[in-house]
């Protein structure tokens, strides 16, 4: 698996369908995510090239979970999304490193309507590995006309 010196961890947040058109039952459902393969484990590296020696940190990304609200009057869906990371020290790692990730809404079509970039400051101690927990609040989509929210 590639390694990429810099640390962005995507989440992509695929909405899928079913084929519920009742809004009562829309309300109890949410979407699936997926996290990217090819960046799901990154590795941040100190200056000097990708020897073991010079690894900072190493982080995985687990699947999230999801809740979330529909208005269909608004042609909204909001949803917030909790996931772990899970970081292991390397034998760069010291202090307090930033790790940054970004959350996107993806429509059917495979069109990115959104992106939403954020820093976590993870403390590399005396643990080689520790799970961070993160919750993301307030991702809208704003649904297409004639779109039902299942469609995403």
Do not use: H, W
Not at 44 to 67: C, E, H, Q, Y
């Amino acid at each position: 698996m590639r390694r990429i010196p810099f640390l962005l961890l995507p989440l992509l947040v695929l909405l899928s369908g079913c084929n519920t058109p009742d809004p009562a039952a829309l309300a109890q459902m949410c979407p699936t995510t997926a996290v990217l393969y090819q960046a799901s484990t990154v590795s941040k590296l100190a200056p000097g090239g990708r020897a073991p020696a010079n690894v900072i940190l190493t982080a995985d990304m687990a699947p999230a979970l999801l809740s979330c609200d529909y208005d269909m009057g608004a042609g909204t869906v909001n949803v917030d999304l909790r996931f772990d990371m899970s970081v292991m020290r390397g034998l760069a790692g010291t202090g307090t490193r930033l790790l940054t990730y970004f959350v996107a809404v993806i429509d059917p079509a495979g069109t990115m309507l959104s992106k939403r970039t954020f820093d976590r400051d993870v403390a590399l101690g005396a643990s080689n590995n520790v799970t961070i927990s993160e919750e993301v609040e307030g991702t809208q989509i704003k649904l297409a006309n004639n779109r039902r929210p299942i469609e995403y």
